[in-house]
């Protein structure tokens, strides 16, 4: 169970541990401050919701390089009891496979205590978060979530709508230490909603496999072009979002940034 997740932490340069001490807490919300830099209202998770979490069992770690903070996780127990983590958040310095390192250690730690999945939401606009979760990991988004969180204030998030996926990574099953890489459509594939110039373009909702494509930079994109961006917001939100509510399944994400959506 943990050879996967020691491999991971050799090639990020790093080790992932529990985190006990209000000290240790402190530090994750300075990195997540650095992440997101979110007003005192808006911050991911506390330095005491952290002391609660580990202290009733739930998990909170970190991954260090040296003496240095470059990750940390936070999740709890979800139910039905004794059934699966909610990986409340997640941040970590990027470009140097901490992230993945983080995920496979959550994993487990998951396993260790006889759960089967690990479950978390994540923007469906984001490309490199779908690759890392459908891709890399082999989670599969089973739910579109309009506004979750509401109206949120952080630089990275602030000015749009907080839509997310909820995405289920089935620990137990054979294979779940190595997503399947980036999706090949099947031939009969239909452009639902595509990328063209930055702008989404809208396709056809029928058949029974359909590519519904992202932007190349949705944050860049929140930044510069707002507009752009909720344009993007509501055509994935229309045409992933009502897929998914009709009973379609996500199988995988393409190397081009499209979800592939196959009804049964």
């Known amino acids: 169970m943990t050879q996967a997740y020691e491999d991971a932490a050799r090639r990020a340069g790093a080790r992932v541990r529990e985190l006990r001490e209000i000290a240790e807490f402190e530090q994750v919300t300075a990195l997540f401050d650095a992440i997101w830099k979110a007003p005192p209202s808006g911050v991911p998770i506390t330095v005491e919701l952290m002391a609660a979490f580990a202290h009733s069992g739930n998990y909170v770690a970190g991954a260090y390089a040296g003496e240095r903070l470059v990750g940390a996780s936070v999740g709890f127990l979800s139910g039905p009891p004794g059934t699966g983590l909610h990986s409340h958040v997640t941040g970590a310095v990027m470009g140097r496979g901490i992230g993945l390192a983080l995920k496979l250690h959550q994993r487990a730690w998951a396993l ?34 309009p506004s979750f969180y509401g109206r949120m204030e952080d630089a990275v998030n602030a000015g749009d709508e907080s839509d997310r996926l909820l995405a289920v990574w089935r620990i137990a099953a054979p294979g779940s230490d190595a997503g399947p890489g980036p999706a090949v459509p099947p031939r009969d594939a239909v ?74």
């Open 112 to 145: 260790a205590r006889g759960l089967e999945k690990i479950a978390w939401t994540y923007d469906p606009l984001v490309r490199r978060n779908a690759h890392f979760n459908i891709a890399k990991l082999g989670a599969r988004p089973e739910r579109y979530l």
């Open 191 to 264: 452009p639902a909603l595509a990328e063209r110039e930055d702008r989404p373009v809208r396709g056809i909702m029928d058949g029974r496999a359909l590519l519904v494509g992202t932007p190349r930079d949705a944050e860049r994109l929140r930044r510069e072009d707002p507009a752009m961006a909720t344009a993007w917001r509501r055509a994935v939100r229309e045409t992933l979002g009502a897929l998914l509510d009709e009973g379609a399944r996500i199988t995988g994400f393409t190397a081009a940034g499209e979800y592939v959506v196959e009804r049964s």
